[in-house]
């Protein structure tokens, strides 16, 4: 028997487990809101993306941009508001297979990518 390495440890975890094994099953469910950085590394080692995310389309994944506010306030990522409001906060879906599987948020993904180089000292 081999060892789960990516074993899903919250309700989260296995949702997005889920999904990448079967995204056609959830074709019209929205996606997977994805508001901490270790739900995206979890996503990321399901999908078994390189870890600079070099040619993610050999994992069969896709994105979409959608919403027009620049902001991580909460207000994004349910189709209901989403997908049909431009005012809605700007976020990335990511799809296998065309299936969408997770959304996060756009100012998030800049926070994340900085977060352990930024100079706080600075104003």
Same mark, same amino acid.
């Given at each position: ?5 990516? *074993?899903? &440890?919250? $309700?989260? #975890? *296995?949702?997005? &487990?889920?999904?990448? +094994? *079967?995204?056609? !099953? ?10 901490? &950085? =270790?739900? %995206?590394?979890?996503? +990321?080692? =399901?999908?078994? @993306? ?8 050999? #994992?069969?994944? @896709? ?5 027009? !506010? ?7 990522? &349910? !189709?209901?508001? $989403?997908? #049909? !409001?431009?005012?809605? =906060? #700007?976020?990335?879906? %990511?799809?296998?297979? =065309? ?6 948020? %756009?100012? @998030?993904?800049?926070?994340? +990518? @900085? ?9």
């Amino acid at each position: 028997m081999t060892e789960d390495h990516n *074993k899903p &440890r919250t $309700a989260k #975890q *296995k949702a997005i &487990r889920d999904r990448v +094994a *079967k995204p056609m !099953s959830y074709r019209f469910e929205d996606p997977i809101r994805v508001d901490e &950085r =270790e739900e %995206l590394a979890y996503f +990321a080692n =399901e999908v078994g @993306t390189r870890l600079d995310w070099h040619e993610p389309d050999e #994992q069969d994944l @896709t994105a979409l941009h959608f919403g027009r !506010s620049f902001d991580n306030a909460g207000f994004w990522g &349910r !189709s209901v508001d $989403a997908y #049909q !409001s431009l005012a809605n =906060e #700007q976020h990335i879906v %990511l799809y296998i297979n =065309e299936f969408p599987v997770i959304a996060v948020n %756009l100012a @998030t993904l800049f926070a994340w +990518a @900085t977060e352990d180089k930024r100079d706080w000292g600075l104003k």
